[in-house]
Protein backbone atom coordinates (compact mmCIF):
# COMPACT_ATOMS: atom_id res chain seq x y z
CA UNK A 1 0.00 0.00 0.00
CA UNK A 2 1.28 3.41 -0.77
CA UNK A 3 0.21 5.79 1.91
CA UNK A 4 0.71 9.48 1.33
CA UNK A 5 0.96 11.87 4.47
CA UNK A 6 0.83 15.40 5.08
CA UNK A 7 1.71 17.64 8.14
CA UNK A 8 0.89 21.12 8.04
CA UNK A 9 -0.17 22.17 11.60
CA UNK A 10 3.59 23.95 12.08
CA UNK A 11 5.90 24.15 8.57
CA UNK A 12 5.21 21.75 5.98
CA UNK A 13 5.83 17.66 6.35
CA UNK A 14 5.14 14.93 3.61
CA UNK A 15 6.07 11.05 3.93
CA UNK A 16 5.06 8.60 1.69
CA UNK A 17 5.32 5.33 2.50
CA UNK A 18 5.25 2.72 -0.36
CA UNK A 19 5.63 -0.54 0.40
CA UNK A 20 8.42 -1.02 2.53
CA UNK A 21 10.24 2.30 1.40
CA UNK A 22 9.31 5.49 2.72
CA UNK A 23 10.29 9.07 1.39
CA UNK A 24 9.77 11.88 3.08
CA UNK A 25 9.98 16.34 2.69
CA UNK A 26 9.85 19.15 4.78
CA UNK A 27 10.13 23.14 4.44
CA UNK A 28 9.27 24.08 8.11
CA UNK A 29 9.55 27.97 7.40
CA UNK A 30 6.20 27.63 5.01
CA UNK A 31 2.84 26.12 5.29
CA UNK A 32 1.58 27.27 1.50
CA UNK A 33 0.39 25.51 -1.11
CA UNK A 34 3.10 27.05 -2.90
CA UNK A 35 5.31 24.97 -0.65
CA UNK A 36 2.74 21.75 -0.25
CA UNK A 37 2.73 21.18 -3.94
CA UNK A 38 6.33 20.59 -4.88
CA UNK A 39 6.83 18.83 -1.66
CA UNK A 40 4.33 15.90 -2.82
CA UNK A 41 5.87 15.75 -6.15
CA UNK A 42 9.03 15.23 -5.11
CA UNK A 43 8.24 12.49 -2.73
CA UNK A 44 6.12 11.02 -5.44
CA UNK A 45 8.97 11.47 -8.21
CA UNK A 46 11.48 10.34 -5.78
CA UNK A 47 9.40 6.94 -5.66
CA UNK A 48 8.78 6.42 -9.53
CA UNK A 49 5.45 6.88 -8.54
CA UNK A 50 2.24 9.00 -9.65
CA UNK A 51 -0.35 10.38 -7.56
CA UNK A 52 -3.25 7.96 -8.79
CA UNK A 53 -1.10 5.80 -7.03
CA UNK A 54 -1.25 6.83 -4.24
CA UNK A 55 -4.02 4.79 -2.34
CA UNK A 56 -4.58 6.30 0.98
CA UNK A 57 -3.69 10.12 2.07
CA UNK A 58 -3.30 10.99 5.92
CA UNK A 59 -3.79 14.88 7.79
CA UNK A 60 -2.65 16.32 10.35
CA UNK A 61 -5.97 17.79 11.43
CA UNK A 62 -4.47 20.30 14.07
CA UNK A 63 -4.62 22.09 16.22
CA UNK A 64 -1.79 23.79 14.67
CA UNK A 65 -1.51 27.04 12.23
CA UNK A 66 -5.52 28.54 10.77
CA UNK A 67 -3.53 29.40 7.21
CA UNK A 68 -1.58 25.89 7.21
CA UNK A 69 -4.16 23.58 8.53
CA UNK A 70 -6.61 24.99 5.73
CA UNK A 71 -4.10 24.39 2.77
CA UNK A 72 -2.79 20.74 4.06
CA UNK A 73 -6.65 19.58 4.52
CA UNK A 74 -7.73 21.18 1.46
CA UNK A 75 -5.31 19.20 -0.83
CA UNK A 76 -6.27 16.11 1.42
CA UNK A 77 -9.70 16.39 0.67
CA UNK A 78 -9.14 17.34 -3.62
CA UNK A 79 -7.09 14.72 -3.58
CA UNK A 80 -8.88 12.21 -2.18
CA UNK A 81 -12.20 13.14 -3.95
CA UNK A 82 -10.53 13.63 -7.34
CA UNK A 83 -9.09 9.97 -7.05
CA UNK A 84 -11.60 8.37 -5.22
CA UNK A 85 -9.20 7.26 -2.49
CA UNK A 86 -10.20 7.37 1.33
CA UNK A 87 -8.06 8.83 3.66
CA UNK A 88 -7.28 9.80 7.78
CA UNK A 89 -6.98 12.06 10.52
CA UNK A 90 -4.33 12.64 12.72
CA UNK A 91 -4.11 15.12 15.82
CA UNK A 92 -1.23 17.42 16.21
CA UNK A 93 -0.72 16.92 19.62
CA UNK A 94 -0.81 12.94 19.77
CA UNK A 95 1.50 13.10 16.49
CA UNK A 96 3.79 15.33 18.56
CA UNK A 97 3.83 12.96 21.24
CA UNK A 98 5.25 10.21 19.40
CA UNK A 99 8.54 12.15 19.82
CA UNK A 100 9.00 10.28 23.32
CA UNK A 101 9.53 6.75 23.86
CA UNK A 102 7.64 7.28 26.80
CA UNK A 103 3.80 5.95 26.44
CA UNK A 104 2.82 8.59 28.79
CA UNK A 105 3.12 11.93 27.37
CA UNK A 106 2.00 15.45 27.96
CA UNK A 107 2.12 16.99 24.74
CA UNK A 108 2.03 20.91 24.41
CA UNK A 109 2.62 23.03 20.96
CA UNK A 110 2.84 26.77 20.58
CA UNK A 111 -0.05 28.72 19.70
CA UNK A 112 1.46 32.15 20.07
CA UNK A 113 1.01 34.93 22.25
CA UNK A 114 2.16 33.07 25.83
CA UNK A 115 -0.48 30.49 24.83
CA UNK A 116 -0.08 26.89 24.33
CA UNK A 117 -2.22 23.78 22.99
CA UNK A 118 -1.88 20.58 25.49
CA UNK A 119 -3.33 17.76 25.33
CA UNK A 120 -2.07 14.30 27.90
CA UNK A 121 -1.76 10.36 26.78
CA UNK A 122 -1.39 7.15 28.34
CA UNK A 123 -0.52 5.20 25.19
CA UNK A 124 -3.75 5.18 22.93
CA UNK A 125 -6.01 6.52 25.78
CA UNK A 126 -6.55 10.36 25.77
CA UNK A 127 -6.07 11.36 29.29
CA UNK A 128 -6.75 14.96 28.59
CA UNK A 129 -8.61 16.43 25.37
CA UNK A 130 -6.99 19.18 23.50
CA UNK A 131 -7.25 22.65 24.92
CA UNK A 132 -5.38 25.96 24.73
CA UNK A 133 -4.10 27.14 27.95
CA UNK A 134 -1.63 30.15 28.74
CA UNK A 135 2.00 28.74 29.28
CA UNK A 136 1.85 29.23 33.11
CA UNK A 137 -1.25 26.84 33.01
CA UNK A 138 0.57 24.46 31.06
CA UNK A 139 3.79 24.48 33.44
CA UNK A 140 1.08 22.99 36.39
CA UNK A 141 -0.52 20.63 34.18
CA UNK A 142 2.79 19.44 33.58
CA UNK A 143 3.37 19.72 37.60
CA UNK A 144 0.29 17.33 38.32
CA UNK A 145 1.35 14.91 35.94
CA UNK A 146 5.15 14.31 37.28
CA UNK A 147 5.03 10.95 36.31
CA UNK A 148 4.69 11.90 32.35
CA UNK A 149 7.22 12.77 29.74
CA UNK A 150 6.93 15.89 27.91
CA UNK A 151 7.11 16.48 24.47
CA UNK A 152 6.91 19.80 22.68
CA UNK A 153 7.08 21.31 19.25
CA UNK A 154 10.42 23.17 18.06
CA UNK A 155 8.79 26.53 18.86
CA UNK A 156 8.90 25.21 22.73
CA UNK A 157 11.91 23.92 23.09
CA UNK A 158 13.74 26.84 25.41
CA UNK A 159 10.32 26.92 27.25
CA UNK A 160 9.48 23.67 28.33
CA UNK A 161 11.50 20.60 29.67
CA UNK A 162 10.94 17.86 27.69
CA UNK A 163 11.79 16.26 23.47
CA UNK A 164 10.70 18.43 21.13
CA UNK A 165 10.12 18.48 17.16
CA UNK A 166 8.33 16.40 14.46
CA UNK A 167 10.33 14.62 11.49
CA UNK A 168 9.55 11.68 9.24
CA UNK A 169 10.23 9.45 12.25
CA UNK A 170 6.63 10.24 13.66
CA UNK A 171 4.99 10.32 10.45
CA UNK A 172 5.91 7.16 10.46
CA UNK A 173 4.57 6.24 13.64
CA UNK A 174 1.36 7.92 12.72
CA UNK A 175 1.09 5.90 9.34
CA UNK A 176 1.35 2.73 11.54
CA UNK A 177 -0.93 3.78 13.65
CA UNK A 178 -3.83 5.61 12.12
CA UNK A 179 -3.80 4.41 8.65
CA UNK A 180 -6.70 1.91 9.57
CA UNK A 181 -9.00 4.14 11.15
CA UNK A 182 -10.16 5.28 7.43
CA UNK A 183 -12.53 8.09 7.20
CA UNK A 184 -14.58 9.90 3.85
CA UNK A 185 -13.26 13.17 2.54
CA UNK A 186 -16.22 14.32 3.99
CA UNK A 187 -15.22 13.88 7.55
CA UNK A 188 -11.59 15.36 7.59
CA UNK A 189 -12.07 18.32 9.10
CA UNK A 190 -9.96 20.67 11.01
CA UNK A 191 -9.32 20.45 14.79
CA UNK A 192 -9.31 24.20 16.31
CA UNK A 193 -9.44 24.64 19.74
CA UNK A 194 -9.47 28.49 19.91
CA UNK A 195 -11.06 30.93 17.62
CA UNK A 196 -9.44 33.14 14.78
CA UNK A 197 -7.55 36.05 15.51
CA UNK A 198 -10.47 38.41 14.36
CA UNK A 199 -13.05 36.19 15.90
CA UNK A 200 -11.53 35.91 19.82
CA UNK A 201 -13.17 38.70 22.42
CA UNK A 202 -12.44 40.05 25.76
CA UNK A 203 -11.62 36.62 27.84
CA UNK A 204 -10.96 34.15 24.96
CA UNK A 205 -7.03 32.66 24.20
Given at each position: ????M????????????????????????????????????G???D???????????????????????????????????????R???????????????????V???H??????????????K?????????????????????????????????????????GE?????????????????????????????????????
Open positions: MNVLIDTAEGTRVLLCAGDKSYYKENLSNAGAETLMPLIDVICAGLEVKDIDLFGACVGPGSFTGLRVGLTTVKTLCYALGKCFAVNNLKLNSYNNSSGKVSVAAGNNVCYIAVFDGDTVEETRCVTADEAHKIIEVHAGFAVSTDVKLSGAFSGVAGVRELKIAVQKHSKDVIDQKELLPLYVRKAQPERGEGDL
